[in-house]
């Protein structure tokens, strides 16, 4: 061989070697397309989106007279508690799936529970045997580790529906320590009295620990301050989502009339303006000056800083075994046995999809009060029926600090809280010694800021 040619070849072979490397490295799970095919064709013979979808395909239930009303209900229900619709629509097109949809597949597959047994004597032949159940078990999990890759986790974890916190997300420091300043800075609201650590405070869980929070004037507003600690991990902001980044978010309160009651962003840096030793450093940054744009920038860089990861669940999921006591290690499988980590998934137990207070009993029927638009949940951004009484799921990471619960801040402590949504989410009445060691679980959620286990000074924790 010339050697000219000598070296085509083994460039070639260089090129195929890379080429083959990246694909390894790269496999995405959506990249498995075989599984995936498998997947749809198994949620298509199952008839799921006949009944998980707006639209259900009605034809099925015409050879089914007698069973036609309560065919229907079922289908409201299906609808009302999961909509598979964007789910099989990633699907199709490769994208990424959500963790909530494939925990809420995957346990509904391994209690037996979908499709709907009773349907089988009626229906075109769904069933659904041991090989199918595997293949979509096996198809949920390759997914889950696609998308969340995470080296530390102990091998044995890697299907658990939860996971660790990170330590750190990648930031710019500069703007960070700009973010950190404004946080605490009172001159972002009208009478320079509240800052956004008066009701997200560091040192108290990054919450108020008061049903409604307090903002200029002592005005309350009508619904409960969730933490910033690990607001990073939100899918989007707010019990209504109506923010999608913590930027936007942030540009909320210095303008809502109830927390910092500001007029404009120009009232805010026109004082901001007047402090020349913080105009120079934030120039440095911010070449463009100040702006609502940069001030919510900043802000933002911060909270990303705001994580309390190692906390002693998230050792035990990186293998430290003695992390976790039997009793707790008792409450997580109490959590996943009763659904709590099909909407609570993830790396903050929540914060990843909308879902329906009341699944099972009205909860607005039992709580007494009067029902108020915040109550409206993510009703108030659509106008979706659908969406009435729907909220953002809470995370549940250092829950033991962030006392009141739900968005209405009327769960004192986390006993109620999770005793009520044994009830209204599952319809179950769950025994004390059961409510303990769930609650004695979530306490393991508590991590670390700045290295520190995190406390709050209001509840000598
Ligand atoms: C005949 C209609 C029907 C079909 C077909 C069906 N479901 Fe359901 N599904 C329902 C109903 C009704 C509920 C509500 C059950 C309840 O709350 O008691 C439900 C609930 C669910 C839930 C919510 C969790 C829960 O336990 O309530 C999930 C997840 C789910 N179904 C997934 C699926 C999947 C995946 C398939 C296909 C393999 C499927 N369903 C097929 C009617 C159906
Ligand atoms: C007067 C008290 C108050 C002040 C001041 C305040 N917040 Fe909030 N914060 C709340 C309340 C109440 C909510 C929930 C509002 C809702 O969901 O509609 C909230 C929600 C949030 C969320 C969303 C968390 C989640 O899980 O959805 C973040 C992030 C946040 N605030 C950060 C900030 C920042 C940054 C500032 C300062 C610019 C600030 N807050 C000022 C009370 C306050
Ligand atoms: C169908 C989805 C779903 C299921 C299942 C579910 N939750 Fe929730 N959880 C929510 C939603 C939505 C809220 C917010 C309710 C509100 O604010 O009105 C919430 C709130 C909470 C809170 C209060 C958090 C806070 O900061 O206010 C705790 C604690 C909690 N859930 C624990 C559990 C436990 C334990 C289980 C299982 C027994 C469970 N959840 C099952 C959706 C769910």
Known sequence: MKKSTKLIVALLVVVAALAVTYRLMHRVPSADLEADAQMQQIITDAGCLRCHTSTPDLPFYASVPIAGKMVMEDVSKAY????????????????????????????????GKMPMPKYYLVHWGASFNDAKKEIALNWVKNHRMGLLADAAVAPEFVNEPIRPIADSISVDVRKVLLGDMLFHDTRLSADN????????????????????????????????????????????????????????????????????ACESFDQITAKLAEDKAFVKAFTEVYPDGLSEKNITDAIQEFEKTLLTPNSRFDRYLKGDKDAVTADELAGYELFKKYDCATCHV??????????????????????????????????????EERDLHRFKVPGLRNIELTAPYFHDGSMKTMDDAVRAMAKYQL??????????????????????YKGKLLTNKNMEI
């Open 80 to 111: 009302r508690v999961f909509d598979m619709t964007r789910m099989a629509e990633d699907l199709k097109a490769g994208r990424p799936l959500s963790q909530v949809d494939l925990a809420k597949v995957e346990k509904v597959i391994l209690d």
């Open 346 to 383: 993830g790396e903050i137990l929540g914060g990843q999809s909308y879902e329906l207070i009341g699944v099972q009993h009205d909860y607005f029927a039992d709580r007494q009060a009067e029902m108020t638009e915040e109550d409206n949940g993510r009703f108030k951004q659509t106008k």
């Open 427 to 448: 319809g179950i009445d769950l025994p004390q010694q059961e409510v303990d060691k769930i609650v004695a679980f979530l306490r393991t959620l508590t991590g670390e």
């Open 193 to 260: 009295t509240v800052s956004c650590a008066s009701c997200h405070g560091l040192e108290t869980g990054g919450v108020d620990n008061k049903q409604y929070s307090e903002g200029v004037g002592g005005q309350f507003g009508g619904v409960n301050a969730p933490t910033v600690y690990n607001a990073a991990y939100n899918f989007v902001q707010f019990w209504d989502g109506r923010a999608g980044t913590l930027a936007e978010q942030a540009a909320g309160p210095p303008l809502n009339p109830v927390e910092m």
